[in-house]
């Protein structure tokens, strides 16, 4: 069964900067737009960044010219950059394809907060 590993979330102050990484098998990352979500507490899981097979990105508005997605097509990886974090940024954050295809990782969790 093709799993998701995500990692990289942790505590962090406002200003702050993450890196979160996520890795799958060759055959679904290499055919696939893959993309970050994200969920809050009490709400649902939203669309944070996406990144076509040729590197093509688009962003939500709230994190646009904060948050870089990259992939490296030869590790299987794809990255999210998260630089000048917000509070309304604490969230699970998880990868899949986009559209969805995957079952869900376990995620991981970033906290912003002083």
């Known amino acids: 069964q093709v799993q998701l590993v995500e990692s990289g979330g942790g505590l962090v102050q406002p200003g702050g900067s993450l890196r979160l990484s996520c890795a799958t098998s060759?055959?679904?990352?290499?055919?696939?737009?893959m993309a970050w979500y994200r969920q809050a507490p009490e709400k649902q899981r939203e669309l944070v960044a996406r990144?076509?097979?040729?590197?093509?990105?688009r962003y939500d508005e709230s994190v646009k010219g904060r948050f870089t997605i990259s992939r490296d097509n030869a590790k299987n990886t794809v990255y999210l950059q998260m630089n000048s974090l917000k509070p309304e940024d604490t969230a699970v954050y998880y990868c899949?394809?986009?559209?969805?295809?995957?079952?869900w990782g376990q995620g991981t969790q970033v906290t912003v907060s002083s």
């Open positions: 060759g055959n679904i990352f290499n055919s696939n737009t």
């Open positions: 899949n394809t986009q559209p969805t295809i995957l079952p």
């Open positions: 990144i076509t097979v040729i590197g093509t990105t």
